[in-house]
C-alpha cells in the first residue's frame, strides 16, 4: 500500500514536470545554416512568413513581440521543408532545438533539383520563367503558366485548355516540364446586353465600356468596363458575364446591374502641418434625380479658416453639332488665414466637359468675389470681382489616383480674366503639369513636374505659391521665395519638380526618399532664376481613407519642414 502511493507521488512530480517543461516560452527564434544575411529566398523575413511568424510594425509600440512553444518545432521544420522543396531543393535538411529562450532553426539546403527538358510550343516560350539546367522553382513553373494564361485571355483566346505538368523524378533528380495548350476558338465582342433595374440611361452605363462589337476579345478591356462601372457608386451588384457558346467566335456580353445605396454621409477629424486640425461633414447624392446626376454637399473647417462647398453635376446633356457633353456647377464660400493676409472668398464656377479624342476637356465661366484683409501694403488689401473664362485638357491614366503606383497623367490649365467680362483684372494664366510612375518589384519611381506663368501683374492672393507637403517639402506651406515684411509674396512664373522613390517593406507600409525642386520668380515668363531644392525622407501607412503620409524636407540652405498629410504626392 505505501508503495503504491509512492509510485503514484512519482507519477505526479514526473507529469508536473513534463507539464512545465511542454509550458515553456521562447521569447526569440533564430535561423542557421544555409540562411542569407541580408535578403533572398532564406533571409529572415521571408523565413518567418514561411513560419507564419508574424512581429508587429515598428510603428505598433501597443502590440507584444510573440512568444513560441517548443511543440511548434515540429510544424516550423515541416514548414521550412515544404519551402525549400518548392525553391527547387528536395534534399534539404531541417532540425530544431532550443537553447535559453531561444529556438534554433537549423536548415541546410544541399543539392537543388535541376531542369532536365521543356517541351512547349515555340510559340509560348518567351513566357517561360523556365531554363534548363537551371534549378526548378514551383513558383517559376507557376509564373510562366500565369504568364500564358494572360496571353491568351488578352487575344483573344479566353475558351484555352492548357496542360502543365512538372514531373519530378526524385530517383534521377530532375524534372521534366511538359506544357501543351489548345487555345480554341478565336473569339470577338459582339453585342452588349444591360439588364438594369435602376433610373439610370442605358447610354450612361455603355459609356463606361471601353471594348467595341467587332474587337478581339481582349479581359483587360471586360475589367476596365466593370471598374468603370464600379466607380459610378450607384451599384452594389455588377455582373459581366461573357457568353462563349457560339462556335462562331462572336461573344455577346450580358451585364447584370443592381443599384444599391446612392446617398453617403461622412464626417472626418484629423491634422495636417497645412491646416492644422481640421474636421468637416459631406453629404453626397450620385444618382439625384436619377441619370447619375450628382449632388455634393460638405462643410470644412481648420485652424486655418473654413470653406462651405456645394456642386451639382450632370454626366451628360445633347448639344446640337456638339454631341454629348456634361454640366456642373459649384458655389463655395471660404474664409482663410494666409498669415500675410485673411481672404474671404465666394466662387461660382460653370464647367461644360466632353472627352474628344481620348482627351478629357473641360471649359467655361468663373465668378469670383474676394475681401483681402490685410495691414502689409503690398498684399492690396480690398474688395475684388474677378470674371473668367477657363479651359482645361487633361489625361489621367493612372491606376489610383490617391495611390498610383503605374501610369501617367498630364494637363494644361489656361484662365483669362478680362475687363470686357466685368472683372477688376486682367490677366492670362497658364498652368501645366504632368506625372509618370512605375512600379519596379517593390519599389515604385516617380516624377513630377508643374510650369506656370501669368502675363501681368496681379495681386500676391492670385500669385503662384511654392512650398508644403504637396510641392517642395523642404519649405513650409506656400514659403518658398521672395518674402515681404516677413510673409511669402509667391510670384509670376514658376517651375516645381519632385522625383520620389518610394519602397514598401509590407503592402501597406513603405518609406520614401525625395528631392524637390523650384523656381519661382516675379517677373513675367522668367525661369532664370536660382533653384531652390530640397531633400528628404518620408513613411507611408495605407490606411482605408488613404495613405498617411510623414515626410521630413531638408532645403539645401539649412533647417527643415516637417509634413503631415493623406495621400501620394503623385
Not at 5 to 17: A, G, Q, S, V
Not at 196 to 206: G, M, R, V
Not at 230 to 251: A, C, H, R
Request: charged share 25%; net charge neutral; proline share 3%.
Amino acid at each position: 500500500m505505501v508503495k503504491s502511493i509512492r509510485m503514484k507521488k512519482h507519477i505526479y512530480i514526473i507529469l508536473f514536470i513534463v507539464t512545465l517543461l511542454s509550458g515553456k516560452s521562447f521569447n526569440n527564434i533564430e535561423f542557421r545554416g544555409d540562411v542569407d544575411l541580408l535578403s533572398g529566398e532564406f533571409d529572415r523575413t521571408t523565413l518567418l512568413k514561411v513560419c507564419h511568424i508574424e512581429y508587429p510594425a515598428i510603428y505598433k509600440i501597443w502590440k507584444k513581440n510573440p512568444t513560441f512553444k517548443e511543440s511548434q518545432i515540429e510544424e516550423f521544420v515541416s514548414y521550412l521543408l515544404d519551402y525549400s522543396k518548392s525553391m527547387g531543393y528536395y534534399r534539404a535538411k531541417v532540425d530544431g532545438k532550443t537553447d535559453g529562450d531561444t529556438i534554433y532553426l537549423n536548415i541546410k539546403k544541399n543539392t537543388p533539383i535541376k531542369i532536365h527538358s521543356i517541351s512547349i510550343d515555340e510559340e509560348y516560350r518567351k513566357f517561360l520563367e523556365l531554363q534548363k539546367n537551371r534549378r526548378f522553382r514551383t513558383i517559376d513553373f507557376t509564373n510562366s503558366k500565369k504568364k500564358i494564361e494572360t496571353f491568351l485571355e488578352e487575344s483573344g483566346y479566353p475558351t484555352f485548355k492548357m496542360d502543365a505538368k512538372a514531373y519530378v523524378d526524385l530517383d534521377l533528380y530532375r524534372v521534366d516540364v511538359n506544357i501543351s495548350v489548345n487555345r480554341g476558338v478565336k473569339r470577338f465582342f459582339a453585342s452588349t446586353e444591360v439588364n438594369n433595374s435602376s433610373k439610370i440611361d442605358e447610354k450612361l452605363i455603355k459609356d463606361k465600356i471601353t471594348y467595341k462589337e467587332g474587337e478581339l476579345y481582349n479581359i483587360l478591356k471586360l475589367e476596365e468596363s466593370y471598374e468603370n462601372i464600379y466607380q459610378l457608386g450607384v451599384f452594389e451588384t455588377i455582373q459581366m458575364e461573357p457568353d462563349f457558346n457560339s462556335s462562331s467566335g462572336k461573344t455577346p456580353i450580358n451585364i447584370t446591374l443592381k443599384e444599391g445605396k446612392t446617398k453617403e454621409f461622412a464626417s472626418h477629424l484629423g491634422y495636417d502641418t497645412q491646416d492644422g486640425a481640421r474636421g468637416g461633414v459631406e453629404y453626397i447624392d450620385h444618382n439625384f434625380l436619377g441619370n447619375l446626376r450628382e449632388l455634393k454637399v460638405k462643410f470644412h473647417i481648420s485652424q486655418r479658416g473654413y470653406e462651405w462647398f456645394n456642386s451639382f453635376y450632370q454626366p451628360r446633356f445633347e448639344v446640337p453639332l456638339v454631341g454629348d457633353i456634361s454640366f456642373k456647377n459649384e458655389l463655395s464660400y471660404s474664409k482663410w488665414d494666409y498669415d500675410a493676409y485673411v481672404e474671404k472668398l465666394f466662387t461660382e464656377r460653370v464647367t461644360f466637359g466632353k472627352k474628344l479624342i481620348g482627351l478629357e476637356h473641360y471649359f467655361g465661366f468663373q465668378h469670383e468675389r474676394s475681401k483681402i484683409e490685410s495691414g502689409i501694403p503690398t498684399f492690396l488689401a480690398g474688395n475684388y470681382v474677378i470674371n473668367s473664362l477657363f479651359y482645361r485638357v487633361l489625361v489621367d491614366a493612372r491606376d489610383n489616383p490617391l495611390d498610383a503606383k503605374n501610369g501617367y497623367y498630364t494637363s494644361l490649365y489656361m484662365e483669362k480674366s478680362m475687363k470686357s467680362l466685368g472683372s477688376d483684372i486682367d490677366y492670362f494664366k497658364l498652368l501645366a503639369e504632368a506625372r509618370y510612375i512605375k512600379e519596379f518589384k517593390n519599389m515604385v519611381f516617380a516624377v513630377k513636374l508643374k510650369a506656370g506663368t501669368i502675363s501681368q501683374e496681379t495681386p500676391p492672393f492670385k500669385h503662384f505659391f511654392i512650398g508644403g507637403a504637396m510641392s517642395n517639402r523642404g519649405y513650409e506651406y506656400r514659403d518658398l521665395g521672395e518674402h515681404f515684411s516677413g510673409y511669402p509674396i509667391g510670384g509670376l512664373s514658376m517651375l516645381d519638380g519632385s522625383f520620389e522613390s518610394r519602397y514598401y517593406l509590407t503592402d501597406l507600409f513603405s518609406v520614401v526618399g525625395f528631392i524637390d525642386s523650384s523656381k519661382l520668380s516675379q517677373r513675367v515668363d522668367d525661369f532664370s532664376q536660382e533653384w531652390y531644392t530640397s531633400y528628404g525622407l518620408g513613411l507611408r501607412y495605407l490606411s482605408i481613407i488613404g495613405p498617411l503620409r510623414l515626410d521630413v524636407g531638408f532645403p539645401t540652405t539649412g533647417g527643415f519642414a516637417l509634413h503631415l498629410g493623406i495621400g501620394q504626392v503623385f
